[in-house]
């Protein structure tokens, strides 16, 4: 049965993605129509995201919320964060960083949050002094100072852009399924993280998350756009379907706990090493859960 499950699942995956891969481009006449699916395409599609099972608070046996860091320095990674630049690439190529900014703006993402526990919603003109920095020049000072106007030229303006983008965190929940008798992971928020934009031209800034998104919220718009696959450029991979197969290099860096979730940094301090080993402990702890299940 879990067999059949699977394979229904992976048939879907790929059709989809086939279906979307350069659309067209094979028949297209001109390039106008690469991208512009037929007719015939689109009678045949019902490509939506795969919907989470419903999961009765009852049949969770054991649950651990953490929270992960996804460098973007890391080659598993890279489909995350290319490409950087888009004046020279596709409409149907963009970073996951553009993606989610573009579906912000047009309104189709509207759970924004200022932390990882979505207490409080923001709006795009919220979050624009942490995107934005507009700086004067001391020239410009000085001509404010004088009572003359303020020339454009005199303005620094600086945005956040997909090349900025750093790292990914990303909030989740291990459980263990006790109908299934197996361990599940379920993505809640994602947050790109890159430095402070009032420092980025600092020597070492520090590195701030932009803003939360609570991710079901965010599926239909992560479907709809596809990541690269270095395997097989015919099958690009959604990026709700790299995050959901957790298709990427992270490691945990907080974990909910009684010191009121205090990150590993907190307590494991200027040991890079020690902290990565303490990542890979609570790592282990959750995965044991699910091996001790079968131990007699």
């Known amino acids: 049965m879990k067999l059949k499950r699977f394979l229904l699942t992976a048939v879907t995956v790929f ?3 086939g279906m979307f891969a350069q659309a067209n481009i094979l028949n297209a006449k001109s390039p106008e129509e690469i991208g512009v699916r037929t007719e015939a395409q689109k009678a045949v599609d019902n490509d939506k995201p795969l919907e989470y099972g419903y999961v009765d608070d009852r049949d969770i046996l054991f649950s651990k919320m953490v929270w992960e860091k996804i460098v973007l320095d890391e080659r598993a990674n890279f489909p995350l ?12 190529r963009r970073s996951l960083y553009h993606v989610l900014m573009k579906n912000i703006k047009n309104g189709k993402i509207k759970n924004i949050y200022d932390d990882s526990y979505f207490t409080t919603k923001r709006t795009l003109k919220d979050i624009q002094s942490a995107l934005t920095m507009v700086d004067t020049t001391e020239l410009g000072i000085e001509q404010l100072n004088a009572g003359e106007e303020l020339s454009a030229e005199f303005i620094n303006k600086r945005d956040i852009t997909a090349a900025d983008i750093k790292e990914y965190h990303i909030k989740g929940l291990w459980y263990f399924d006790k109908r299934q008798a197996e361990m599940k992971y379920r993505l809640l928020g994602i947050a790109p993280v890159a430095p402070d934009v009032n420092f980025i031209d600092d020597a070492e800034p520090d590195l701030v998350p932009l803003f939360w998104v609570f991710f079901p919220d965010a599926r239909e718009v992560l479907h709809e756009a596809k990541s690269f696959n270095n395997q097989n450029s015919s099958m690009p ?8 197969a957790r298709r990427f290099q992270g490691y945990i ?11 590993v940094n907190e307590y494991v301090s200027q040991n890079a090493l020690m902290q990565l080993l303490e990542s890979e402990r609570i790592k282990d702890k959750i995965r044991d859960f699910e091996l001790d299940m079968w131990t007699y």
């Open 253 to 263: 860096f907080r974990e909910e706990n009684v010191q009121g979730d205090r990150a």
């Open 15 to 17: 059709t989809a993605c």
């Open 81 to 92: 964060y290319y490409p950087i630049d888009t004046n020279n690439i596709g409409s149907d």
């Open 237 to 244: 991979f959604s990026f709700d379907h790299v995050l959901n």
